[in-house]
């Protein structure tokens, strides 16, 4: 069984290893939609493979130490791309919640990244 959980949040970066003629080079904000799943056995007595609310106490603070803030000085990234970013919330949330397999991370309603931890 697969289950998901959603978050949104804004935050800015910029991307210093690109041309100065790009439009990213410059600092820039997007509204990130990162949809988290998780994999495992639905337990028998309480019928779920992890508890929602589990995820959201684990989670949120996370979310918050991302939301209205520039990346680049908050996840130590010198490049925080969209691929980046994605691996670095693996890495916050995977150690915690071992059930994860997978992120979804969408930086535009038509762009992103999915990171399956390898």
């Given at each position: ?50 508890d ?52 979804k ?14």
């Amino acid at each position: 069984m697969e289950i998901f959980k959603k978050y949104t949040f804004d935050c800015a970066h910029y991307l210093p290893n690109v041309s100065d003629d790009h439009k990213c080079k410059k600092v820039h904000g997007h509204t990130y939609h990162l949809t988290l799943y998780f994999e495992g056995d639905i337990d028998p007595k309480f019928g779920w493979i992890i508890d929602f609310s589990d995820i959201k106490k684990i989670v949120e603070p996370t979310i918050q130490l991302l939301d209205h803030k520039l990346l680049n000085e908050i996840i130590g990234l010198e490049n925080p791309t969209c691929e980046r970013m994605s691996e670095w919330l693996w890495n916050q949330i995977k150690p915690r919640i071992p059930r994860l397999s997978k992120i979804k991370l969408k930086e535009t309603p038509t762009s992103g990244a999915i990171y399956k931890g390898h």
